[in-house]
């Protein structure tokens, strides 16, 4: 077996083969809604007070959580933002007197995260440049808070990314984590969306409920699970046969598959999370992580979270996203087609947004469709049993079993966190390794 370590998972470089279908990380600009914004304001969380509803003091100001002792002469020249709000920067810059930039990690609607050396606690960390546009600020705000308050009951930093300091630098809020490994997404992306073994499925999909559970228990929800917000703590892996591509001979590099060494993630992206209240109706989540209660528009609450680690763990099971599509009555029709006929009690609770795609007590569809292509697209899918089956060799039943708990269309029918971590997919491992 061959085994090998990546000490840089190509981030920047990575393998950019679009998936079967074009996949968008947002299809709705996300707002943040009042409620949202006011979650955490005049709280005192750890040593943080919320700054939601007034500007953060700059990189100068003298605070516990603030790098103190900024030499501004050490700061690269001022360079202005691009047209979307985006820091401009150079590697090798000095990011404040602290921190020296090394690579980009990422980009996305929030703003850019740069691998940066902290020269106090000499180590590589990730910094999350927000941009300098005024909801997005906001908005990290709201993640540095939620931080602090998972960090402070978190004790063994186990479960959620952990935060290391925060600075507003240039009009834009710099939240300094620990450094992780590749993103669930990044990595079945650069292994060709194959899917990962079963166990190994299994014990993400266990330290992913964990934390959300653990986060319920806060009466947090996150709002935006998603492979991209779930990142492996190793870069490490090792390359194994791809058996079910064994028609290919062991010269072919794509008859390897890549498999992490360890198995061990941490949740990230709070900027979204909110605390449980009544008739939140706003659209959350992700397009492909989103639970119908969202789409119908009926309010949400803890169990939209739990709808997503479902489609999660399909992903993780198949390599691909269980329901690609852009649309919302494509969408609902997709979860027709996978899971069964909605309940005529959800459609006919359809607000006056989703009511159009309801006709005559059933789903508008195909009546409905844009186009031939979004009918072929949804008379593709398979069963959800025969989805598993097809990509999972042992435990397929206590999976589609899990699955069909965690995925029911009413939510106060679906599984909570507890509840999917005490099912026989999880406890008959655990009896088996003892």
């Known amino acids: 077996m061959e085994m090998e370590r990546v000490t840089e998972f190509p981030h920047t470089h990575m393998d950019r083969r679009p998936r079967k279908r074009p996949r968008l990380g947002w299809d709705v600009v996300p707002q943040a809604s009042k409620a949202q914004l006011g979650l955490f304001c005049g709280q005192e969380v750890g040593n943080v007070t919320s700054f939601a509803s007034s500007r953060a003091p700059s990189d100068h ?31 090798g810059d000095n990011l404040t007197s602290r921190y020296k930039i090394h690579s980009k990690m990422g980009e996305g609607t929030f703003g850019q995260v740069l691998e940066c050396w902290d020269k106090d606690r000499k180590e590589m960390v990730a910094i999350k440049i927000v941009r300098g546009i005024k909801k997005y600020r906001e908005a990290a705000m709201i993640e540095v808070d939620v931080l602090q308050q998972l960090g402070k009951h978190d004790k063994g930093g186990n479960r959620c990314v952990q935060i290391r300091n925060w600075f507003d630098y240039r009009n834009h809020i710099c939240i300094v984590f620990e450094k992780l490994g590749p993103s669930l997404y990044d990595f079945l992306r650069k292994n060709n969306y194959r899917s990962f073994p079963i166990d190994l499925g299994r014990d993400i999909g266990r330290q992913l409920l964990e934390c959300v559970a653990f986060m319920h228990d806060l ?6 699970l998603k492979p991209e917000n779930i990142l492996l703590v190793s870069p490490d892996y090792i390359k194994v046969p791809d058996y079910k591509g064994s028609s290919r001979s062991p010269k072919d590099s794509s008859y390897f598959k890549r498999v992490p060494k360890s198995s061990a993630i941490k949740v990230i992206d709070f900027g979204s999370t909110t605390s449980d209240r009544q008739d939140q109706t706003y659209v959350v989540s992700t397009r492909h992580y989103r639970a119908p209660e969202v789409i119908l528009g009926h309010g949400w609450s803890y169990p939209c979270d ?24 494509e969408h609902l ?92 997919f999880f406890t008959r491992d655990q009896l088996r390794r003892s």
């Not at 605070?63 to 920067?89: A, C, E, I």
């Not at 009466?219 to 935006?224: F, K, P, Y």
């Not at 979860?335 to 508008?364: N, S």
């Open 61 to 91: 100001t003298s605070s516990s959580l603030y790098v103190k002792g900024v030499d501004r002469n050490g700061s690269p020249p001022w360079r202005d933002d691009d047209k979307d709000g985006h820091y401009m920067f150079a590697i």
């Open 219 to 224: 009466r947090l929800i996150h709002t935006d």
């Open 306 to 329: 739990i709808w997503s680690v479902g489609c999660i763990l399909v992903e993780l099971c198949t390599g691909e996203a269980l329901f690609q599509t852009h649309e919302n009555l």
């Open 333 to 424: 029709a997709m979860m027709e087609r996978v899971l069964g006929p909605l309940p005529q009690h959800m459609l006919k609770r359809a607000d006056r947004h989703a009511e159009k795609y309801v006709r005559k007590g059933r789903l508008d569809w195909p009546e409905g469709a844009t186009s031939r292509e979004s009918i072929k697209a949804v008379l593709k899918l398979p069963r959800l049993q025969n989805l598993i089956m097809q990509h999972v060799d042992h435990s397929a039943g206590d999976l589609i079993h899990l699955l069909q708990g965690l995925l029911r269309y009413d939510p106060s029918e679906r599984l909570t966190a507890r509840e999917a971590l005490r099912h026989p």
